[in-house]
């Protein structure tokens, strides 16, 4: 059976169990959300009620905000199941006899929801949108600290250990290529003739994931020298401007124009030449969600409560499970969202 057959039959077990005769939803909700949390859906809850009838709860999921849009409409709740006794297997068990799925639900509609689902996630997955990425990248990480590939006082690092590490040796791959370029520049040419930049590999999804990090400017709207804010910013982002004190720092920046990556400083400097093509297929850490003021300022709230670092600690130091530790990050940053748009 396909893995996303599988993924039908279990979503479809976990709704059928859930006695969820009209009105009541028995906890059928639940387990559809649960099931649909790996792929990152928004879920909300909907309730509705008209006069002299019982309030109705409804879930609706979404992933994703833009066309082409497809929406999937089904029911969760079930007819009585009658005389239990009547039944070959328990109405709500769902037992697999003979290749088929017994329970009330089964055919109507809760088989048909759970592949519907099932397809969803699939879909998702095969966009990277799965959290078995996360989890296979926190299990090869717990690997690779308990063969003591990483080094044992990581954990406790600060930014900019991530560079000493190299510098000394100590490290074989890190981040920050951009700064590392430039201290190996000045201070250890050796080192620099060894050291290459490599993309990210390609994941099961089929992207790279690779990113991009940018410094902004930003002035507050409360600020009494808005227009002067302005103004400064617009001058020091002058190319000219900028490619000085690119050049002052080393390259620990790369132009944010591309006409300043022909300047003769970075065509010096050919350990610089993969930045194009990294900047290029960089992916943006709110795709593919659209960006909106709102949500750069929960990814914002989830950077600042260091939730990733969390993360990986859980698995390296305190010896979870990468579900687990996926888990628990999944719950923070829910949180985190939430409260970062609280009105």
Not at 144 to 166: F, H, V
């Amino acid at each position: 059976m396909s893995t996303i057959g599988d993924k039908a039959i279990a979503i479809a077990q976990s709704l059928i169990r859930c006695e969820s005769v009209t009105p009541a939803d028995a906890g059928a909700l639940d387990a559809l959300a649960e099931a649909l949390k790996p792929a990152r859906f928004a879920v909300e809850r909907l309730t509705f009620n008209d006069h002299g009838s019982p309030r109705i709860d409804n879930l609706f999921a979404r992933v994703g905000d833009g066309p082409p849009h497809l929406c999937f409409a089904g029911h969760t709740d079930v007819v009585p199941p009658g005389d239990a006794k009547l039944w070959t297997h328990s109405p709500f068990a769902a037992e697999i006899a003979g290749g088929r799925l017994y329970g009330r639900g089964a055919s109507d509609m809760k088989g048909a929801i759970a592949c519907f689902a099932a397809a969803a996630l699939d879909y998702a997955k095969a966009r990277g949108r799965d959290i078995d990425g996360t989890i296979s990248a926190l299990t090869r990480i717990q690997t690779w600290w308990k063969d003591k590939l990483i080094p044992p006082d990581s954990p406790s690092w600060d930014d900019s250990k991530n560079n000493a590490s190299y510098q000394s040796r100590q490290s074989a791959f890190v981040f920050n290529p951009a700064s590392i370029f430039a201290f190996l520049d000045q201070n250890d040419k050796d080192l620099l003739k060894d050291t290459d930049q490599a993309p990210n590999p390609k994941g099961k999804g089929g992207t790279n994931g690779s990113s991009v990090g940018t410094w902004s400017w930003s002035v507050f709207s409360a600020s009494k020298q808005v227009d002067a804010a302005k103004a400064m910013i617009k001058a020091i982002m002058q190319p000219d401007l900028i490619e000085a004190v690119y050049e002052k720092v080393g390259g620990r920046w790369y132009p944010v124009y591309k006409d300043l990556a022909n300047a003769k400083f970075w065509k010096d400097r050919p350990y610089f030449d993969a930045f194009p093509q990294a900047i290029v297929q960089a992916t943006p850490a709110w795709l593919p969600a659209q960006a909106t003021p709102d949500l750069l300022t929960q990814l914002s709230a989830v950077d600042q409560k260091r939730i990733y670092a969390e993360m990986l600690q859980d698995v390296v130091v305190s010896n979870k499970s990468p579900q687990d530790a996926a888990k628990a990050a999944q719950t923070k940053m829910e949180q985190a969202f939430a409260e970062a748009v609280k009105k």
